[in-house]
């Protein structure tokens, strides 16, 4: 019979209660997700080998017959005694050798003498005989003699043993599963089908099978996830007609040259992109990629002058209330004189304020909003809606930014990113964007100093702040907690404040995190802007954005509990004016991984190397918080690992949607249940 994939689990013989419950704990409801749930490796168990032949310190496969089982105690009987490992003897035609396991009195039951099982583990030297510690094994007939079997993830209360046979009784109907992918799409791609894919991920009977099934998945995943986000684009009318900003152009020069500099080459390459995307009546959808401190916060208000020239409202999306103010101080500065009217607009503006605020906008009475999410509440209307720019993008799911831009009649759209993102990444993450780069910083800058050290660097860290300081300039210390805790020996903003308050006494030093109130945050970072605090104690809460072209030192404690794009975004603080600056990362016993990130940041500043490195070290799904740009998480595909096949998924979703654009035909329908099906979970981050 055909299993029902979309039928509840409770509907497999055997899966009920408890371990519904404990299914459901990996995301497992249906036939469908239980096939659906991949090994996470495997054990192969073709190499089986003879006691007589074990070497030691090497994993292996034995098949041999339990002669004795000795419960042992893991109690412990007497005070002082060690605890006694359950323990068998088990015999081959060649020798024998002996099995332990500690703390697991339960499997005493599980072996009965003079019967066969397979036992898979590494070898080790005991005091009489070889032994294996805690092996996987089974009934050497179990699994129907099959000799590379599926590791599942697993949680509480569900066993391998329950997974495997689950799973390999649906398998036994599997054939009559129906495709999900269009078959012209099967053929172009030669992929294998379904029914073959999910019989050989989970059995595979050689590793060719394995590897052309894992191909398929891998490459159906993908295209549910491209296609997705095409559609999810296309439908809100990103696509469609445009404004064509056709004035303006004597605006964005005058504005240009009233800078106090002259713009890099990648800003005005940048600005050029930017001006002919709103000049053409085709929406713009461009994403600047400008690593930290290029200098992307002039080019998004150039771009601003433009459409208000034109007769538009033209609105920035911060992501913190923070940035938000920023932006707002940095734009009256930029804008003074031009006659512009600027509106601010976060949760925090209410009552009357709101309300008349809210009949500007839709009376088309402003020219440049600033603001939060705030912008794109139900409630906000805007009159005439010229250009959306998101600012650091990365806060922002696909949803938001498409919620955004549906509140005008196809604004152009302006996204800018101070991370940057690989291109295999960007790729699927901006399919249809157009990307211009920014990694030329302005002139005259002068490359972060960035040490990595231990504890026993703070002091040198310390002389080296005290005379930044005394020289006129400031410094930040960060740190990964708020408050001391006694679970944690990590450093906080709090006592570092306390500490460096005490050490610094001569200097003003303040503390900010986000527990605090918005105004008190206001009120520091309004003091350390105007230069009045020199020294600010603070947890991540400056990661993005903030610009005090002042400061020169970067203290980061506990660099470990960091991300390599943390960090960037971090030291990206300092280096913004013309004074050297520095950054130390002080570790305390530093995981492998985490002294890499450290040797990382001491060898490069360019943002694009790093976020390649990233990619690498942390795989996709950690990676700058995929969910919060929008994407579901994926069960199989690996972003970083299976980049060739991106390129290969991006051709056919397009071939796809070009002739289909809503993939409404029958023979798409199932693909587009599997977007649905991919994207449901991400609902809750759109608006
Ligand atoms: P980011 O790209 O990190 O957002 P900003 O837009 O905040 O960078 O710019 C960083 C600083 O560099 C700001 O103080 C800005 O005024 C200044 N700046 C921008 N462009 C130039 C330039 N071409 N020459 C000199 N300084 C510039
Ligand atoms: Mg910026």
């Known amino acids: 019979m055909t299993p029902e994939l979309g039928a509840p689990v409770s509907a497999i013989k055997g899966v009920g209660g408890v371990r519904e419950a404990a299914l459901a704990r990996l995301g497992i409801r249906t036939v469908g997700d239980l096939l659906r749930h991949y090994p996470r490796d495997y054990e192969d168990r073709r190499d089986k080998r003879k006691i007589g032949d074990l070497s030691e310190n090497a994993c292996a496969v034995v098949r041999a017959t339990v002669v004795s089982v000795e419960k042992g105690d893991p109690r412990a009987s007497r005070r002082g005694a060690r605890r006694s490992p359950l323990k068998l003897l088990v015999r081959d035609d060649t020798g024998a050798m002996e099995i332990l396991f500690f703390g697991a009195p339960h499997l005493a039951n599980a072996f009965k003498r003079g019967e066969e099982y397979l036992f898979y583990g590494a070898v080790t030297r005991g005091v009489r005989a070889l032994r294996m510690l805690h092996p996987d094994f089974g009934r050497a007939d179990e699994d129907g003699g099959r000799d590379i079997l599926p590791v599942y993830p697993l949680t509480a209360g569900l066993s391998r043993k329950n997974l495997r046979g689950w799973i390999a009784a649906l398998l036994k109907s599997a054939a009559g599963i129906e495709e999900c992918l269009p078959a012209d799409t099967i053929a172009r791609n030669k992929l294998c089908g379904l029914a073959y894919a999910l019989e050989n991920i989970h059995y595979p009977a050689d590793m060719r099978r394995l590897r052309e099934a894992k191909y398929r998945l891998v490459f159906e995943e993908l295209l549910t996830l491209q296609t997705g986000l095409l559609l999810l684009k296309s439908a809100s009318g990103i696509k469609g007609r445009g404004i064509a900003f056709r004035d303006g152009g004597a605006a964005v020069a005058g504005f240009v040259e009233s800078l106090p500099f002259a713009l890099t080459g990648a800003q005005k390459n940048t600005l050029g992109d930017i001006e002919r995307d709103m000049e053409s009546a085709r929406v713009m959808n461009r994403l600047v990629q ?148 920014m990694d030329e910083r302005p002139p005259g800058r002068r490359p972060v100093v960035t040490r990595a050290v231990d504890a026993s660097g703070r002091d040198a860290a310390y002389r080296l702040m005290r005379r930044e300081l005394a020289a006129g300039r400031q410094a930040y210390v960060i740190a990964p907690l708020i408050e001391d805790s006694d679970e944690s020996s990590l450093r906080s903003a709090t006592g570092l404040f306390e500490e460096l308050s005490e050490r610094f006494r001569e200097y003003a030093v303040a ?12 009120a520091v970072m309004g003091a350390f802007y105007a230069g009045e605090t020199k020294l600010l104690v603070s947890t991540v809460l400056i990661e993005v954005g903030v610009n005090v072209p002042n400061a020169t030192v970067m203290l980061i404690e506990n660099a470990e509990r960091f991300g390599l794009a943390q960090l960037h975004q971090l030291r990206g603080r300092v280096g913004r004016g013309l004074a050297q600056s520095y950054c130390v990362l002080v570790t305390e016993n530093p995981s492998k991984e985490a002294a890499e990130r450290a040797r990382i940041m001491v060898s490069t500043e360019d943002g694009f190397a790093i976020a390649e490195k990233d990619l690498e070290l942390r795989g996709p799904g950690e990676f700058f918080g995929l969910r919060q740009h929008g994407i579901p998480p994926l069960r199989i595909a690996n972003l970083a690992k299976h980049a060739k096949v991106l390129t290969a998924v991006k051709a056919e979703a397009e071939r796809l949607l070009a002739d289909d654009p809503l993939l409404e035909s029958p023979k798409n329908a199932p693909l587009k249940a599997e977007i649905d099906a991919l994207f449901a979970s991400v609902a809750d981050i759109g608006i």
């Not at 912008?375 to 005439?384: E, R």
């Open 511 to 522: 503390l900010i995190h986000g527990r605090m109130k918005q105004a008190e945050k206001d």
């Open 290 to 437: 400008g690593d930290v401190g290029s200098g992307k916060t002039v080019i998004a208000a150039a771009a601003m002058c433009k459409a208000v020239k034109c007769g538009y409202l033209a609105v920035m999306m911060a992501p913190t209330e923070t940035l938000a103010k920023q932006h707002l101080e940095e734009f009256e500065r930029l804008f003074r004189g031009r006659g512009l009217r600027v509106g601010f607009l976060t949760g925090a503006v209410k009552g009357a304020e709101r309300r008349s605020l809210l009949e500007k906008i839709e009376k088309n009475e402003i020219d440049i909003l600033i603001g939060t999410h705030a912008l794109i509440q139900p409630g906000v209307a805007y009159g005439k809606l010229g250009l959306v720019v998101t600012d650091e993008q990365h806060r922002f799911g696909v949803r938001q930014r498409v919620g955004l831009s549906k509140k005008g009649r196809d604004p152009d759209v302006l996204v800018m990113t101070a991370t940057p993102i690989p291109r295999t990444l960007a790729l699927i993450l901006y399919g249809d964007l157009d990307i211009s780069v």
